[in-house]
């Protein structure tokens, strides 16, 4: 059905439009949904190398996946986390611009 | 796009995985975002000008640079080319229907993978405190709304 190549390509895609999004657009909603792409980008090429990987195992192993399992994890609790501080930026100071939050820097 | 790479996962005989996806994206982590932006409520004027062309120029260009390493190290890998095999990737002859079902899945995870679930676990309940502990308003008495949104999130994981 698909090949490995097509799968990698499609990953490298998707990771350069989520680096794309974090680099160019200054909402930080925006940033958030283009880091989860990135995070998918990675979960496409553990799931494909995973299913090469059970062909050539008897038993059918499920270390891509498990991977995936965990990035998905991973992917869950960063937006959980990043949603929360981005509330408590715009209860305080009533922005979602990121360039507005350089207050750190003196 | 989530329940496009949920169906991809899925075609790929990961169909736990692929139904994790689509429960977790866009069951959880859309909902959260969807809660988000209706109590920020963002209008246009505070909506933040985007950069300007020079700025997404910068952007463009490393990404495009990313794109351009990636796709020639996919290219030039011995490792992916022998992978390769004419045709798309075989079906798996040895465990046909159980692969990426819930049971083998299940079972591998929890007998070999032990370790990274519980790793999983721990940073899924960390994630909870940390979400309710930001998000808590200084008043506890209207703390409630943001702490069940946090709340659903990750029980949904």
């Known amino acids: 059905m698909f090949s490995l190549p097509a799968l990698l390509y499609l990953s490298a895609l998707l990771f350069s439009i989520g680096i794309y999004g974090v680099l160019a657009r200054r909402n930080i909603l925006v940033v958030l949904m283009s880091l989860e792409l990135m995070l998918n980008a990675v979960n496409i090429a553990l799931v494909g190398f995973g299913r090469v990987h059970a062909l050539s195992t008897t038993s059918g192993e499920h270390g891509g996946q498990i991977f995936t399992l965990m990035v998905l994890a991973v992917a869950a609790a960063e937006a959980a986390i990043g949603l929360s501080l981005l509330l408590l930026i715009w209860r305080r100071w009533k922005t979602i611009d990121l360039r507005e939050l350089c207050r750190l820097s003196g | ?157």
């Open chain 2, 1 to 157: 796009m989530f329940a496009m790479v949920a169906g991809i996962f899925m075609l790929l005989d990961a169909t736990f995985l692929g139904f994790m996806q689509l429960l977790v994206y866009a069951g959880a982590i859309m909902v959260l975002y969807l809660f988000v932006i209706m109590l920020i409520n963002p209008r246009d004027e505070t909506l933040p000008d985007e950069g300007g062309t020079s700025e997404k120029a910068f952007a463009a260009g490393v990404s495009l640079l990313v794109f351009a390493l990636l796709t020639f190290g996919i290219s030039n890998s011995d490792l992916v080319t022998e992978m390769t095999t004419p045709g798309g990737i075989p079906a798996l002859a040895e465990v046909p229907a159980t692969h990426g079902a819930i049971e083998a899945f299940g079972y591998e995870l929890f007998s070999k993978h032990l370790l990274v679930f519980e790793v999983a676990s721990i940073l899924i309940l960390v994630g909870i405190i940390g979400a309710v502990h930001i998000a808590m308003k200084q008043k506890p008495a209207s703390a409630d709304e943001e702490d069940s949104n946090e709340e659903r999130l990750v029980t949904d994981v």
